[in-house]
Nanobody
Framework: QVQLVESGGGLVQAGGSLRLSCVAS????????RGWYRQAPGKQREMVAL???????MYADSVKGRFTISRDEAKNTVYLQMNSLKPEDTAVYYC?????????WGQGTQVTVSS
């Protein structure tokens, strides 16, 4: 059983930074994709950033140039560095991992950006 656990969320002022972490446990092989999604109140969950096994990345237009996804294979951890945060970034952020036909989700971590 794969488990994903997010951490690093919190309350920050606009213009500030946060780094989210997601540790995967219960797995002995690499994932095809690891990523971050977010869901704001009253809105659908949306993709924020993805990192593929090829090391290529994909970002939502709204976060390009501000967010960076990275991974540490030795620690089985993926990170989301968030800079220049805006109030509209406020959401619950979810870690995601995919291996073939199976997708895993973390429980989420709250990010709140005050104006």
């Amino acid at each position: 059983q794969v488990q994903l656990v997010e951490s690093g969320g919190g309350l920050v002022q606009a213009g500030g930074s946060l780094r989210l972490s997601c540790v995967a446990s219960g797995s002995s092989s690499s994932f095809n994709v690891r990523g971050w999604y977010r869901q704001a109140p009253g809105k659908q969950r949306e993709m924020v950033a993805l990192r593929f096994a090829s090391s290529s990345t994909m970002y939502a237009d709204s976060v390009k140039g501000r967010f960076t996804i990275s991974r540490d294979e030795a620690k089985n951890t993926v990170y989301l560095q968030m800079n220049s945060l805006k109030p509209e970034d406020t959401a619950v952020y979810y870690c995601n991992a995919n291996r073939g036909p199976v997708t895993y989700w973390g429980q989420g971590t709250q990010v709140t950006v005050s104006s």
